[in-house]
Antibody, heavy 123, light 106 residues
Framework: EVQLVESGGGLVQPGGSLRLSCAASGFTVSSNYMSWVRQAPGKGLEWVSV???????YSADSVKGRFTISRDKSKNTLYLQMNSLRVEDTAVYYC?????????????????WGQGTLVTVSS | SYELTQPPSVSVSPGQTASITCSGDKLGDKYACWYQQKPGQSPVLVIY???KRPSGIPERFSGSNSGNTATLTISGTQAMDEADYYCQAWDNNFYVFGSGTKVTVL
């Protein structure tokens, strides 16, 4: 059974840092395209970052240069390092799996989501 | 950057058909998918690759995508279908979500 369990959220001051983790089971993180998606309170879904099976990464303009996505094969875990946090980064952060890990395809969607972890940036 | 536009809300009577649109430039040339999200829960995939239903999703959910518009149709809407719905597409290594549509079953 595929499971994604996020952790690491909490309260942090503006300008601070936080690292989120997403422990996966039932599949191999490094063989899939894995993303972080966030949702500000009362707002819609916003894609944040992706790491492809080949290790390449892409991020939304709103977090580029501040957030870094990575993975640990030995722990089958996805991470999001968040630096220079801003009040507008306050959100529930979900990790999600894209099952279509093939170069050249344009079919990309998320079939499994974690339960989310809340990040609050406030002084 | 690519953008997807959805109506903020759709109302439907029980047993009737609800249609939710998602508009984007030449969206029909891309693949669209749809998620359902109920309050306090994580999103759930209901349609992928324009028209396909994941295992466990009821047949009353269907999708289409042509031109600039993708559409999620809920036939015979039930009270349990009341939720927020988001479309999503992929554009040049970026995943793009629509703004979301709140479906109310009156």
């Amino acid at each position: 059974e595929v499971q994604l369990v996020e952790s690491g959220g909490g309260l942090v001051q503006p300008g601070g840092s936080l690292r989120l983790s997403c422990a996966a089971s039932g599949f191999t993180v490094s063989s899939n395209y894995m993303s972080w998606v966030r949702q500000a309170p009362g707002k819609g879904l916003e894609w944040v970052s992706v790491i492809y099976s080949d290790g390449s990464t892409y991020s939304a303009d709103s977090v580029k240069g501040r957030f870094t996505i990575s993975r640990d094969k030995s722990k089958n875990t996805l991470y999001l390092q968040m630096n220079s946090l801003r009040v507008e980064d306050t959100a529930v952060y979900y990790c999600a799996r894209d099952p279509v890990a093939a170069a050249g395809t344009t079919v990309h969607y998320f079939d499994y989501w974690g339960q989310g972890t809340l990040v609050t940036v406030s002084s | 950057s690519y953008e997807l536009t959805q109506p903020p809300s759709v109302s439907v009577s029980p047993g009737q058909t609800a249609s939710i649109t998602c508009s984007g430039d030449k969206l029909g040339d891309k693949y669209a998918c749809w998620y359902q999200q109920k309050p306090g829960q994580s999103p759930v995939l209901v349609i992928y690759e324009d028209t396909k239903r994941p295992s466990g999703i009821p047949e009353r959910f269907s999708g289409s995508n042509s031109g600039n518009t993708a559409t999620l149709t809920i036939s015979g809407t039930q009270a349990m279908d009341e939720a927020d719905y988001y479309c999503q597409a992929w554009d040049n290594n970026f995943y793009v979500f629509g703004s979301g549509t709140k479906v109310t079953v009156l």
